[in-house]
Structure formats: structure tokens, C-alpha cells
């Protein structure tokens, strides 16, 4: 089963806020390569909730992939900030997901500390300059990361 790491901003959506929703749409990559991750997940993938964007960057817990992919729908949203008025309803370049909470960790596993872990250096969340929202996690990384809560 593949693995995959997401990144949420907490004031968007937080893994407490999902734990309390059971499941929600993930939507809003702008990123071609980020939504080509997300378009290559299963239903039943799991990967690692990171809130980004916040005073503690940092893997909050689990989540698992609820649905296939769908158009995005916030793209023809034009009160959305993720609109997008190059995108219609018979092209939508967008794509999104339905997820479900799995696991919270007691506390976040901050960037610094997976930074500092050796058996995670290939990650590309630790990469320097690597801000895609939507990334693999290898067999390894994902139990070093499990390991570590």
C-alpha cells in the first residue's frame, strides 16, 4: 500500500477538526505535481496529517483516503480562494479527495525533529526548498515516522 504525506493549515483544516468531522474533502492543490500524487492515491491509502503554516509545523496525526478523486469544485467556486476562472465544468485541471480521520498523535511530531532523524533525510518534506502539499512516503520513512510518536 502506498504512503503519503498531506499538509492542512489548522485554521483550514486540523486533524482535531477532522477527528470531530469523521471525514472531509481535501481540495485546494494548485500544484500540478501535488495533484498528480493526489490522482495516482487509492481509497484506503493512508498518509500523515502535517499542519503547515502554523507556529508548530508538523505531522498531527493519521488520516486515510475516503473516496476516488473528483473534480475539484472549489476551482469554479468564485468566492473560493482557490478559484480558478481558467478552470469549467468540462475542463477542470483540479482534483480532489474525500478523507477520514484515523489517528491523532499525543503531539505533533514538529519539522524540526523529523529534520533531524536520520533514517527520514530522504524525505522530500526535510528537502530544502521543497513545499509540495501533497507528497510519498516510503515504506521506511513511514515506520521511522511511526516509531517516533
Same mark, same amino acid.
Not at 485546494?28 to 500524487?37: C, E, M, P, S, T
Not at 481509497?43 to 478523486?69: K, M, N, Q, T, W
Given at each position: 500500500?502506498?504512503? &503519503?504525506?498531506?499538509?492542512?493549515?489548522?485554521?483550514?483544516?486540523?486533524?482535531?477538526?477532522?477527528?470531530?468531522?469523521?471525514?472531509?474533502? &481535501?481540495?485546494?492543490?494548485?500544484?500540478?505535481?501535488?495533484?498528480?500524487?493526489?490522482?495516482?492515491?487509492?481509497?484506503?491509502?493512508?498518509?500523515?496529517?502535517?499542519?503547515?503554516?502554523?507556529?508548530?509545523?508538523?505531522?498531527?496525526?493519521?488520516?486515510?483516503?475516503?473516496?476516488?478523486?473528483?473534480?475539484?469544485? #472549489?476551482?469554479?467556486?468564485?468566492?473560493?480562494?482557490?478559484?480558478?476562472?481558467?478552470?469549467?465544468?468540462?475542463?477542470?485541471? &483540479?482534483? $480532489?479527495?474525500?478523507? !477520514?480521520?484515523? !489517528?491523532?498523535?499525543?503531539?505533533?511530531?514538529?519539522? #524540526?525533529?523529523?529534520?533531524? #532523524?536520520?533514517?527520514?533525510? %530522504?524525505? $522530500?518534506?526535510?528537502?530544502? %526548498?521543497?513545499?509540495?502539499? +501533497?507528497?510519498? +512516503?516510503? !515504506? !521506511?520513512? &513511514?515506520? $521511522?515516522?511511526? $516509531?517516533?510518536?
Amino acid at each position: 500500500m502506498p504512503y &503519503w504525506l498531506m499538509k492542512s493549515e489548522p485554521d483550514e483544516l486540523s486533524i482535531k477538526h477532522l477527528r470531530h468531522l469523521g471525514r472531509a474533502r &481535501w481540495d485546494g492543490v494548485r500544484n500540478y505535481q501535488a495533484r498528480n500524487f493526489l490522482r495516482s492515491m487509492n481509497e484506503g491509502d493512508l498518509f500523515f496529517f502535517y499542519h503547515s503554516s502554523c507556529p508548530e509545523p508538523g505531522i498531527a496525526g493519521i488520516a486515510r483516503i475516503a473516496s476516488p478523486v473528483y473534480p475539484d469544485p #472549489t476551482a469554479l467556486d468564485p468566492q473560493s480562494h482557490y478559484f480558478d476562472p481558467k478552470a469549467s465544468s468540462e475542463k477542470n485541471p &483540479w482534483s $480532489a479527495l474525500d478523507v !477520514e480521520f484515523v !489517528e491523532a498523535f499525543p503531539q505533533v511530531l514538529s519539522l #524540526t525533529r523529523l529534520k533531524a #532523524t536520520a533514517a527520514l533525510s %530522504g524525505l $522530500a518534506l526535510v528537502q530544502r %526548498g521543497s513545499r509540495l502539499s +501533497v507528497m510519498p +512516503v516510503s !515504506e !521506511e520513512e &513511514w515506520q $521511522a515516522i511511526l $516509531a517516533m510518536r
